[in-house]
C-alpha cells in the first residue's frame, strides 16, 4: 500500500483569533520545520511513504515562465485576509501547480481563507506525478505517526472508499441548500482513497463548496471534502481518535500508541519534538 502525505505549509504569521488575542505572532515556518524533523523523517525509513509540503505564493519562489494557465471559479482572499480590510478577488485564471523537490506550489494567495484552493492544487499535483493508494492531508499542528499509520492501512486494504479521521458534526444551518449538519473528520489530518481523491479534482468547477457562516464566506476545506465525499461520492467516515496536546506537560508515555497528535492551533515546536521524543525517536534539531 503506497501513502503519500500532503502538508499544508506556510511561512505565514498566524492571525487566528487565539493567537491575536493573546498578543503574539507566530510563524508557520517553525512549525515545517519541526515536522521535517520529526515524524516526516520517518517516511524514508518505513518506504511506499512520501511527504510532500503544500504552498500558495511564497516569497521568492518564482512559478515558471512556462507556466500553463487554465479557466477557474475561484474567490480568493488576497495576502492579510479580511480581517485587515481586504476584499475578496474573482479569479478566472490561473497557473498550474508545480514542484521544487518536495514542496508543491499552488498559485493561490497564502492565507487561511484560501486552503481549500490551495489543497485542490497540490491533490492534482500528486495524482499527475504520484503513485499511491491514500493521501493523507495534515497541517503543520499535528503530528502523525506514520509507524501506526502504515499499519491502519494496511488492515484497511486497499478501497476506492476510504475517508477518515476524527469525525465531528459540522453546524451547516447556514447553507440552505446544503443539509444543517455534517459529518466531517477534522482537517489536521485526514485520508483518502486515491479514487475519491480523483473524483473530487476531476470535478472541481462543480463541486458545492460549504461556506463559512462568517462575513468572509469563504470555502471551508474540510467540511467541504466531507460534503463531496460523503453526501455525493457515498463514503462512509472511518473513525479514529486523536490526542489534543496543548502544552508540553500533557506529553508522556501515553502517547506512544497514538497516531494522530494534535496541537489545538498552538503553535509551539516543544510540542511537536516532545511528542517524537515520548514515542522513542531520536531527532535532530535543524532549521
Known amino acids: 500500500m503506497k501513502i503519500v502525505v500532503l502538508?499544508?505549509?506556510?511561512?505565514?504569521v498566524c492571525r487566528c483569533g487565539r493567537c491575536t488575542r493573546a498578543g503574539r505572532e507566530s510563524s508557520y515556518t517553525e512549525m515545517v520545520?519541526?515536522?521535517?524533523?520529526?515524524?516526516?523523517?520517518?517516511?524514508?525509513?518505513?518506504?511506499?511513504?512520501?511527504?510532500?509540503?503544500?504552498?500558495?505564493?511564497?516569497?521568492?519562489?518564482?512559478?515558471?515562465?512556462?507556466?500553463?494557465?487554465?479557466?477557474?471559479?475561484?474567490?480568493?482572499?488576497?495576502?492579510?485576509?479580511p480581517q485587515h480590510g481586504f476584499s475578496p478577488q474573482i479569479v478566472t485564471n490561473k497557473r498550474r501547480p508545480f514542484a521544487i523537490d518536495d514542496c508543491i506550489y499552488s498559485d493561490t494567495p497564502e492565507t487561511r481563507q484560501n486552503i481549500y484552493y490551495k489543497t485542490i492544487d497540490g491533490f492534482e499535483w500528486l495524482l499527475e506525478n504520484e503513485d499511491f493508494d491514500y493521501i493523507l492531508r495534515s497541517n503543520?499542528?499535528?503530528?502523525?505517526?506514520?509507524?501506526?499509520?502504515?499499519?491502519?492501512?494496511?488492515?484497511?486494504?486497499?478501497?476506492?472508499?476510504?475517508?477518515?479521521?476524527?469525525p465531528g458534526i459540522y453546524n451547516n444551518a447556514h447553507n440552505p441548500t446544503q443539509p444543517d449538519a455534517i459529518k466531517f473528520v477534522s482537517g489536521s489530518a485526514l485520508l483518502a482513497s486515491r479514487k475519491l481523491i480523483e473524483n473530487l479534482v476531476q470535478n472541481r468547477a462543480s463541486v458545492d463548496h460549504?461556506?463559512?457562516?462568517?462575513?468572509?464566506?469563504?470555502?471551508?476545506?474540510?467540511?467541504?471534502?466531507?460534503?463531496?465525499?460523503v453526501y455525493d461520492c457515498g463514503a462512509q467516515i472511518i473513525p479514529w481518535e486523536k490526542a489534543d496536546v496543548t502544552s508540553v506537560s500533557q506529553i508522556s508515555s501515553r502517547l506512544k500508541n497514538k497516531m494522530q497528535c494534535y496541537f489545538c492551533h498552538t503553535i509551539d515546536t516543544?510540542?511537536?519534538?516532545?511528542?517524537?521524543?515520548?514515542?522513542g525517536l531520536s531527532t535532530k534539531r535543524v532549521e
Do not use: Q
Not at 140 to 166: F, H, I, N, Q, S
Open 270 to 279: 516543544e510540542l511537536m519534538y516532545g511528542v517524537h521524543e515520548a514515542k
Open 7 to 12: 502538508v499544508l505549509a506556510s511561512d505565514e
Open 33 to 81: 520545520s519541526a515536522v521535517r524533523n520529526t515524524w516526516a523523517a520517518e517516511a524514508e525509513k518505513i518506504g511506499d511513504i512520501k511527504v510532500y509540503y503544500i504552498y500558495g505564493h511564497r516569497k521568492g519562489v518564482d512559478f515558471p515562465p512556462d507556466s500553463k494557465h487554465r479557466d477557474v471559479d475561484e474567490t480568493w482572499w488576497p495576502d492579510g485576509g
Open 210 to 229: 460549504v461556506r463559512s457562516k462568517y462575513v468572509d464566506r469563504t470555502v471551508v476545506d474540510d467540511i467541504t471534502f466531507a460534503k463531496h465525499f
Open 140 to 166: 503543520c499542528g499535528t503530528y502523525m505517526d506514520l509507524y501506526l499509520l502504515r499499519e491502519y492501512v494496511e488492515k484497511l486494504g486497499k478501497r476506492d472508499d476510504v475517508y477518515a479521521g476524527r
